[in-house]
């Protein structure tokens, strides 16, 4: 028997399959835990209340005991993390094994890093110059051999000690071949140059590994770095002509949450209900990591920074407020700016997206600090084995001087030394339904996750076509928000709508997986439209999808023409070659060259990413 996704959750089905039968039948009649019920939330709060009694707590809890958890760490004792600069038309980066503490009192854990340590370096480029990345794999055993789940797209023993590696450069206009294919891998030895046009407009970028069935386990243990674009409008250098911030004023903020062990490990698990080795289908972490660092505080000079924040997580969508309420400006999202600041109080952040702020720390008295926080719980099917929100990231101290003078721009858009404006939302030529949906089947234990109700080797894919306008209503029939990104392409958002899963279920039955299911939403939506959030109005990339919803995105796809390159173009395994640059294709994974096409899209929670919500699509002519 198929269910459509919304009528079980998958966490049953784990624990059916780790041999925690009673444990599974009493989930069913646990209603969200109320252990935390106590943690008081919003201004006022002092970080020891708002803290104890969840994380900082030590020791076993018997309340949670289908969760791991990380040891009692004090917040606010790290300094912030300044990311390293590196820029240039050429750039080698080696992904190797490292080593990083993530606390004061921890000792440093094993990592992956491009680079050295952990989120090392950023990347800055510029619109109108190539940057070229000489990719070369010198990574050892993976800090994470023993989760590596062999029964997943094919992967051995091999890859717990010879880990494969593709980086995708997340938000890039790439041609197909340097896109970060989860099948164009390198292993150690190997490498490839990714070639990346910079041909669009400024933004905040990231580049991360994308490697098929294993990328939660090499972007959590550190393969993820900041791709910072400039152009000559936001060129990030003082007397910008948009009056931006720039310098120690313009602040990257990777955000992350993870569970830690006392000998300063990372876990990636997150449940002892299903067995090591065994996708989890997701980690929620206990403890906020910003820059790499859990829980910091940095001093702030009294004036306007821009923030530009990064969900970097693998799973977890949080509600992003100060801990004061004061109020702050979103000037810009995955795609760029937008075309004036839009007045905030929160912003809510999925897996993948990217938040560009302006906040005013002049409206704290010297020696004053501020917190940002996450008011957004744990996923509907965590939360069901005890899961928690984590509140708290990092605490901004006011210092005594005086930082950035200047005001909070009147616009970004549309005027002098400015990029044009965004204009309207272009009218869709084609309307096309996707689905996401957990279609379990009893036989095929453990849960799987899915796009259209397909597996990723799917050949059943989208096809737009250049050069046309389309409409993506994205069903989503879980219980779960799901990120959806789109490779190679930035959309507008249209809006939300509430559906009645269960009816549209019974009207169109979910078939076995394997036979794509695209839901018509329209005759189940429950609400009216509900429009973008302020920090959505822009070019996104990715789009939280919220449970039981249908989530409409406005979708151009370029021309070749536009692009610079044909964005439907063939490539081979080929591309990877021996790090020692000779050129000789090396192909120690498959009996011969393999021919790839197209751009992938994608669930942006790892863990679904690689347990199957993600497909191939092309764009044709
Ligand atoms: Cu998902």
């Known amino acids: 028997m198929v269910l459509c996704g919304s009528d079980h959750d998958r966490l049953f089905f784990l624990l059916?399959?780790?041999?925690?039968?009673?444990?599974?039948?009493?989930?069913?009649?646990?209603?969200?835990?109320?252990?935390?019920?106590?943690?008081?939330?919003g201004a006022g709060a002092g970080a020891t209340g708002l803290l104890a009694g969840r994380a900082l707590a030590d020791g076993p809890d018997i309340g949670r005991p289908l969760l791991f958890r990380s040891p009692t760490l004090a917040p606010f004792v790290d300094e912030l993390p300044m990311l390293d600069r590196v820029s240039g038309s050429r750039i080698a980066i080696d992904a190797v094994s490292s080593s990083h503490s993530f606390h004061r009192d921890l000792p440093p854990g094993a990592t992956l890093a491009y680079g050295d340590g952990y989120l090392d370096p950023v990347i800055t480029a510029h619109r109108g110059q190539?940057?070229?990345?000489?990719?070369?794999?010198?990574?050892?055993?993976h800090p994470f051999a023993p989760d590596i789940d062999t029964s997943l797209h094919g992967l051995s023993e091999r890859d717990r000690v010879e880990i494969p590696m593709s980086l995708h450069l997340h938000g890039g206009v790439t041609p197909p071949a340097s896109d970060g294919h989860p099948e164009l891998i390198s292993r150690p030895g190997q490498g490839m140059t990714y070639r990346f046009p910079n041909r669009q407009e400024a933004g905040m970028l990231w580049y991360h590994d994308h490697a098929m069935a294993i990328t939660r386990?090499?972007?959590?243990?550190?393969?993820?770095?900041?791709?910072?674009?400039?152009?000559?409008?936001?060129?990030?250098?003082?007397?910008n002509p948009l009056g931006l911030?720039?310098?120690?004023?313009?602040?990257?903020?990777?955000?992350?949450?993870k569970i830690v062990n006392s000998d300063g490990s990372q876990s990636i698990r997150s449940t002892p209900a299903v067995p090591q080795g065994r996708w989890e289908g997701g980690a929620v972490g206990d403890v906020g990591v910003v820059n790499g660092k859990i829980w910091p505080e940095t001093r702030v000079a009294r004036g306007l920074y821009r923030l530009r924040l990064l969900n970097a997580a693998s799973f977890s969508v949080w509600d992003l407020s100060f801990s004061n309420g004061m109020v702050f400006w979103v000037v810009g999202m995955e795609g760029g700016l937008l075309d004036a600041p839009a007045t905030t109080t929160r912003v809510r952040l999925a897996p993948g997206e990217r938040a560009d702020l302006l906040v005013d720390f002049?409206?704290?008295?010297?020696?004053?600090?501020?917190?940002?926080?996450?008011?957004?719980?744990?996923?509907?099917?965590?939360?069901?084995?005890?899961?928690?929100?984590?509140?708290?990231?990092?605490?901004?101290?006011?210092?005594?001087?005086?930082?950035?003078?200047?005001?909070?721009?009147?616009?970004?858009?549309?005027?002098?030394?400015?990029?044009?404006?965004?204009?309207?939302?272009?009218?869709?030529?084609?309307?096309?339904?996707?689905?996401?949906?957990?279609?379990?089947?009893?036989?095929?234990?453990?849960?799987?996750?899915?796009?259209?109700?397909?597996?990723f080797h799917s050949d059943d894919i989208e096809m737009p076509r250049q050069g046309t306008v389309e409409q993506w209503n994205i069903v989503n029939a879980t219980a779960d928000p799901h990120p959806v990104h789109l490779h190679l392409v930035t959309f507008r958002i249209l809006g939300r709508q509430a559906i009645n899963t269960l009816a549209m279920c019974a009207r169109e039955p979910q078939p076995p997986l394997g036979?794509?299911?695209?839901?018509?939403?329209?005759?189940?939506?429950?609400?009216?439209?509900?429009?973008?959030?302020?920090?959505?109005?822009?070019?996104?990339?990715?789009v939280v999808c919220d449970p039981n919803s249908v989530t409409r995105i406005v979708i151009r796809f370029p021309t070749a023409e536009e692009l610079g390159f044909d964005p439907d173009a063939t490539f081979t395994t080929d591309l990877i070659q021996g790090i020692d640059g000779h050129g000789t294709a090396t192909h120690h994974d498959h009996p011969g060259t393999r021919t790839l096409q197209g751009y992938v899209w994608h669930c942006h929670i790892l863990d679904h990413e690689d347990h199957d919500m993600m497909l191939k699509y092309r764009t044709v002519t």
């Open 362 to 455: 002049a409206l704290l008295d010297p020696g004053a600090t501020v917190e940002l926080r996450n008011t957004e719980d744990a996923a509907p099917q965590a939360a069901q084995i005890g899961a928690v929100r984590m509140p708290v990231f990092l605490r901004f101290r006011a210092g005594a001087v005086r930082g950035f003078p200047g005001p909070v721009p009147a616009t970004l858009r549309g005027g002098t030394g400015q990029p044009h404006a965004m204009g309207p939302v272009p009218a869709p030529q084609v309307v096309r339904n996707v689905s996401l949906s957990q279609p379990s089947d009893l036989r095929l234990p453990p849960s799987i996750m899915s796009l259209n109700n397909l597996r």
């Open 245 to 257: 911030p720039s310098g120690e004023f313009d602040l990257p903020l990777v955000l992350q949450e």
């Open 217 to 239: 386990l090499n972007v959590y243990a550190g393969l993820a770095g900041i791709y910072e674009l400039r152009d000559e409008f936001d060129t990030g250098e003082a007397g």
């Open 515 to 542: 036979i794509k299911w695209t839901p018509d939403p329209d005759p189940f939506v429950v609400e009216p439209l509900r429009g973008p959030e302020p920090w959505e109005t822009g070019f996104k990339d990715t």
């Open 130 to 141: 190539p940057t070229e990345i000489r990719f070369r794999n010198r990574s050892g055993a």
């Open 16 to 41: 059916v399959r780790a041999g925690l039968i009673m444990e599974a039948f009493s989930m069913r009649n646990i209603s969200r835990r109320t252990l935390l019920t106590g943690i008081a939330v």
